[in-house]
């Protein structure tokens, strides 16, 4: 069993900050990519940013330049450092990651999901 728990939505004015966690805690052996992905009601999810174990990193060209995403291995957890944020911003963020437990299963985990939302 392997859990994520996000952390640090909230409601911001547009320009304003937040920063989302996320830890991932259970039988884990390691973990290779992790991400943030976003949802507004009747749209797709969509991809935010992903980090690998190596530290490469990828983002959605909505996001370049505004949010960092960056990892502690020894902690199993990631962050998003959202800048400049703006009304479009608003969604529910979740956090994924792809990870090798210990009796060596490959498993795909997503998080339960925290609101952002960017209103003055």
């Known amino acids: 069993q392997v859990n994520l728990v996000e952390s640090g939505g909230g409601l911001v004015q547009p320009g304003g900050s937040l920063r989302l966690s996320c830890a991932a805690s259970g039988s884990i052996k390691s973990i290779s990519i992790m991400g943030w992905y976003r949802q507004t009601p009747g749209k797709q999810r969509e991809l935010v940013a992903t980090?690998?174990?190596?530290?490469?990193?990828n983002y959605a060209d909505s996001v370049k330049g505004r949010f960092i995403i960056f990892r502690d291995n020894p902690k199993n957890t990631i962050y998003l450092q959202t800048d400049t944020l703006k009304p479009e911003d608003t969604a529910d963020y979740y956090c994924?990651?792809?990870?090798?437990?210990?009796?060596?299963?490959?498993?795909?985990?997503w998080g339960q999901g925290t609101l952002v939302t960017v209103s003055s």
């Open positions: 980090i690998t174990s190596g530290g490469t990193t």
């Open positions: 994924t990651a792809q990870v090798t437990t210990m009796d060596y299963r490959w498993l795909e985990v």
